[in-house]
């Protein structure tokens, strides 16, 4: 079991910038492959990053490559989400997501409570 607590949501102009930071706590954090996923108004949760166990390997979706970098800290059994050149559209809840197996959109059992980003135009 993994307990997620997200951070670092917030209101920012469009071609801002804003980290989230998602901290984990019970069994040990570097078993768990971890995600980042967002919900927009109206719409469905859609996957965003996600990042191996060791931080070997990343995936990101399209909309969000070159602009968005997810890393983790295992010694602080945090993962975190670096957004640049925001905009509009990347407006949603984002939430955090693990599992303990290798990274596939179905995979993820656990989840945290989300964080609103906005971005304004």
């Known amino acids: 079991q993994v307990q997620l607590v997200e951070s670092g949501g917030g209101l920012v102009q469009a071609g801002g910038s804003l980290r989230l930071s998602c901290a984990a706590s019970g069994r040990t954090f570097s078993s768990y492959t971890m995600g980042w996923f967002r919900q927009a108004p109206g719409k469905e949760r859609e996957f965003v990053a996600a990042?191996?166990?060791?931080?070997?390997?990343?995936y990101y979706a399209d909309s969000v490559k070159g602009r968005f970098t997810i890393s983790r800290d295992n010694a602080k059994n945090t993962v975190y989400l670096q957004m640049n050149s925001l905009k509009p559209e990347d407006t949603a809840v984002y939430y955090c997501a693990a599992t303990t197996r290798p990274h596939i959109v179905k995979n993820y059992g656990y989840w945290g409570q989300g964080t609103q980003v906005t971005v304004s135009s």
């Open positions: 990042i191996s166990r060791s931080a070997g390997n990343t």
